[in-house]
């Protein structure tokens, strides 16, 4: 009898606690349910309530069409909209997603941000050693597309193959608290406050993008701005505005046009 | 009688064999019990991949995640418009051991290692590998490793994006000789080294950025030939050779911003 009972109770400590485990992928669904696992066959309906059963490093997968809400990202993880490409609509001065994660890793993947002209920002990066931004749709916000106020030192930005339109601030605020790249290939900017606006501590590379129709200026740097083989056109204030000991190094393959001036580059660079 | 049996015995082997389909299909609530048809999908590629003659053709149905697998013969596995993804920890994501000739093509693949997993896609022998839409995460033995052992063989990447591996988003180190590489709009970030080309090996890369690596960006050990690309913000030499390696650019390349620099021998564009 007694060895029969120790066992159950050894037996019983050992169980996993399968409540609260993580897994490293996933799922959220458009007819999904936050009382689920988030699992292929039980997915989730919000990222909010996804992220909490991911695993730090894990990713969040799009099942299907939905939208699937703010969240505030704490860990390192991805959020994948897959072929679906998950929405995320906000309004009323919220945020799309905050990201808020010390020195970890985020990449956001195939996402669209609506703010209903109301929202304040679509991604505010407020911690993060790296971030990546990729193949995104960011349109109708109040603030920035992008805001970079990263305090977390020499973070590393990329943002590809992503599309801002019509947020009031500017499609891009990096200013990050002290040192940090960003890396800006393939971008569409237009109709914004500002296009770009690079704040001092900060070096941005901006290539193949597109910076036109912006209600005010173009580029603007207090820090470093390398530009290649892109378009800074038809904006109404300054095309390139580069204030000391700000520089914008063109290099010699740009088209800067239509701009209210078109101002010019610090400094012209050589392609290797 | 006798001309009908036989007219029946012609026919009976004239017929396709249907089992035996060029195409499978895999899906997130597939199972491998099944034949892997577009109505009784597959669960893994693993599973799929033995039904599909050489030649074929896996398609992704809908979302899900399907597993490392070994690919021995010509294949296509394409992840179409669900893009199928592989998530591995402490092992390989992809592994190609096709003979000389056969033709291997991954297609709108997702692979993630989690910071643990070995190599995202491994070239041990293959005639040709074509390596289109993919994205590749955190892997420990390279993104891409290719250490083909089949004379002339080529190697295409075009579209793919690689984040976090160490030592190496590309590995090429071929252990034949004549193996080109021909890399198109590839984006490396985050990783130690971009690219590592080694002493056999040809690499042609245009339209790529290799920006934010902790260590080289491209370094040659064998010819690289550079145009219309960008290498920016690495932690080491943007771009690093040392005889015979070389690296010959077309004078339209972004490089700055690393430490340092480098330089290139001058190519000229035609």
Known sequence: ?272 | MKSTATLASVLLVSLPLLSNAQITWVSGVGDDANPGTRTAPCKTFAGAITKTPAGGVINVLDPGGFGSVTVTKSITIDGDSAEGSILVSGTPGLTIAAGTTDVVTLRNLSFEGLGTGLTGIHILSAGTVHIENCEINGFTTSGIADGNSVSNAALFIKDVTIHGCTPSGISLAPSALGVVTTIQNANITGCADGIDVGTNATAVITKSTVSGNGSNGIQSFGLVELSGSTVTGNGGEGLKFAKPGQILSYRNNLVVGNTPDGKTSIAKPK
């Open chain 1, 1 to 272: 009898m007694r060895p029969l009972s120790t066992l159950a109770s050894v037996l019983i400590v050992s169980l996993p606690l399968l409540t609260n485990a993580q897994a490293t992928r996933t799922w959220v669904s458009g007819v999904g349910d936050d009382a689920n696992p988030a699992s292929r066959t039980a997915p989730g309906a919000t990222f909010a309530g996804a992220i909490t059963k991911t695993a730090q490093g894990g990713i969040i997968d799009v099942l299907d069409p939905g939208d699937f809400g703010p969240v505030t990202i704490t860990k390192s993880i991805t959020i994948d909209g897959d072929a679906n490409e998950g929405n995320i609509v906000v309004s009323n001065g919220i945020a799309g997603v905050v990201i808020n994660a010390g020195t970890n890793a985020v990449t956001l993947r195939n996402l669209s941000f609506e703010g209903l002209g109301s929202a304040s920002s679509a991604i505010e990066i407020l911690s993060a050693s790296v971030v990546h931004i990729e193949n995104c749709r960011i349109d109708g916000f109040l603030g920035s597309g992008i805001d970079d106020s990263n305090t977390t030192t020499n973070e590393q930005v990329f943002v590809n193959d992503t599309t801002i339109h019509g947020c009031g601030t500017n499609g891009l605020g990096l200013a990050p608290a002290s040192q940090g790249t960003i890396t800006i290939q393939n971008v569409n900017v237009t109709a914004c406050g500002d296009g770009i606006d690079v704040g001092a501590n900060t070096t941005a590379v901006i290539i193949s993008s597109t910076v036109s129709h912006n209600n005010n200026v173009g580029i603007s740097s207090l820090g470093l701005v390398d530009l290649s083989s892109s378009a800074v056109t038809d904006n109404g204030g300054q095309g390139l505005d580069a204030t000391k000991p700000g520089k914008i190094v063109s290099y010699r393959n740009n088209a800067v046009t239509g701009n209210n001036p078109d101002g010019k580059a610090t400094s012209l660079g050589t392609l290797k």
